[in-house]
């Protein structure tokens, strides 16, 4: 028996065999298409019948990380926005339930958290995870009820939260990676390259710093408001960025307390422990 994951974003889509031990085997990406005529679909479906073909027809139990609202029971996207066209009611079940013994579909963010508490206390099991990508997700987890669904399967949807009258934007149209991006370009900063950024203020250039800064502070705002309504014991920041571990947090932590009441305190702010994998392994972490 094996266990395969897939990782579904905006941006790529990950997939790759996950071992007892939670280790990554024969891990591959490529760019998520434009979905036209089932795409998406059709490349987890290749990429799954590649997969069987090499390790000689195994049984395959079949977990699917993805952006969107997930309708966990039927396996299909309750919704999804204009980053994945075409993509709501996609029903995983029905195309590939033939290929494999059990199949389970999980929120990409859902995923990422549950892939993190693989790896955490069993007592700290309050904990709430962020994920800075394309856009920004939010999962929380509490050990007495498990993952929240909520009644229209989306819940947590913590980019649509902090519109600003002046900008017109939302939270995620100014925290996500993808808002870094534009941020430097509106600032005539001579690249969009975030690892390169990271570098490059780690080295001392000023202006690098200030750019993480700034971005920093709007994360921190989000995060101020998940302390309020969840005081959970931790706080996880997942997604690519995470590999940056402290070279991220030391631009976000310092600014969450001015977003809060005098004297509020807050969870503790970590990043992702898998770093960009933690989905992968969520996804077929409860099988």
């Known amino acids: 028996m094996i266990k395969v994951a897939f990782d579904i974003g905006g941006t790529y889509i990950k997939s790759a065999v996950v071992t007892d031990e939670l280790t990554i085997e024969h891990f591959e990406r490529v760019r998520t298409p434009k979905n036209i005529d089932h795409a998406i679909l059709n490349i987890v479906k290749a990429r799954l019948e590649a997969i069987i073909h090499q390790y000689e027809n195994p049984e395959v139990r079949l977990g699917i990380s993805t952006a969107g609202a997930v309708d966990r029971d039927n396996k299909t996207i309750a919704y999804a926005n204009e980053n994945i066209l075409n993509y709501t009611g996609t029903n995983f079940e029905d ?6 013994s059990r199949i389970q579909v999980y929120n990409d963010v859902d995923a990422a958290l549950l892939g993190e508490l693989t790896q955490m206390n069993q007592n700290d099991k309050n904990v709430f995870c962020l994920t800075l990508g394309t856009g920004i997700g939010g999962s929380y987890y509490h050990k007495d009820f498990g993952l929240i669904t909520g009644a229209r399967h989306r ?8 519109y600003d009258t002046a900008s ?7 925290a996500s990676t993808r808002a870094l991006k534009r941020q430097l370009k509106a600032s005539n900063y001579n690249h969009c390259d975030i690892p390169r950024l990271f570098d490059e203020a780690e080295d001392g250039y000023k202006e690098a710093q200030q750019q993480l800064s700034n971005w920093g502070r709007e994360i921190a705002r989000g995060i101020a408001e998940v302390q309020i309504m969840y005081d959970p014991d931790e706080i996880i920041i997942g997604g690519g960025v995470s590999a940056q571990q402290q070279r991220l947090l030391k631009y976000i932590v310092p600014h969450v307390p001015m977003f809060l009441p005098k004297d509020y305190g807050h969870a503790n702010i970590r990043c992702a422990q898998f770093d960009n994998y933690a989905a992968l392994i ?5 099988m």
Do not use: D, F, W
Request: hydrophobic share 30%; with cysteine.
């Open 155 to 162: 819940p947590h949807q913590i980019g649509n939260l902090l």
């Open 168 to 174: 017109k934007t939302y939270y995620e149209q100014r």
């Open 95 to 100: 195309c590939l339930k033939h290929m494999v």
């Open 282 to 286: 969520g996804a077929v972490s409860r």
